[in-house]
């Protein structure tokens, strides 16, 4: 007889597709994966760096990126499920790359295709003393680890302005969940219109 799996595969591909930044232009994003100690990659690519992109010239001025993504992992217990998270780069007025924004978001549980609005932020100087300095010196506050918003500890305490979305699009397919006990509830469900009436 043989026995049951002993892990479970979380398959992701899709896109970082666009983001708004309506007070800037000529933007790249960086993206990498933060995950539980328990999960581990198989295959594909945890961090990136996309393209440069300017806005479109119609009405919405969206940024567009369409830069792929694509990795596998896999784990004994969805604890520390993956999340993705996102910087904005861009430069200032002096042409200096600083951040327009971070972000993040938990991979999707269930299998199939979703797409996920990601608001941004930008950590903030504490007083108009340290906010003019930084600017003026073009060393705008950032954090040193981007994966730092992936985490809560000590987040409490930084001030941060929101400034922006990034729209990212994800196809997931996972293997061997519902063999090792997890419910995603994606078919596991009967349709409201084929249930049996007693």
């Not at 010239?57 to 784990?75: C, D, H, M, R, Y």
């Not at 918003?149 to 001030?159: F, K, L, P």
């Not at 990034?166 to 994606?186: A, E, I, P, Q, R």
Request: hydrophobic share 35%; charged share 20%.
């Amino acid at each position: 007889m043989a026995s049951g799996p002993s892990v479970f595969l979380l398959n992701v591909s899709g896109q970082i597709e666009s983001a708004e930044f309506p007070e800037f232009d000529d933007l790249y994003c960086k993206y990498s994966f933060v995950y539980g100690h328990d999960w581990a990659p198989t295959s594909g690519v945890e961090e990136g760096i996309s393209q440069i992109t300017s806005k479109s010239q119609g009405g919405k001025q969206a940024l567009v990126w369409n830069f792929p993504i694509e990795i596998t992992f896999k784990s004994t217990n969805p604890f520390g499920w993956p999340q993705i998270v996102i910087s904005v780069y861009g430069p200032d007025a002096f042409g200096n790359d600083v951040v327009r924004g971070y972000g993040a978001v938990h991979l999707p549980f269930t299998p199939g295709r979703h797409a996920r609005t990601i608001p941004m932020f930008v950590p903030e100087s504490s007083s108009r003393l340290q906010r003019f300095t930084s600017w003026f010196m073009g060393r705008r506050p950032e954090f040193t680890d981007p994966k730092v918003v992936a985490q809560g500890e000590g987040r409490e305490v930084t001030r941060v302005r929101s400034q922006g979305c990034v729209t990212v699009s994800f196809n997931v397919v996972t293997k061997d969940l519902k063999k090792l006990g997890y419910n995603t509830g994606s078919g596991d469900f009967p349709n409201a219109t084929t249930m049996s009436q007693p």
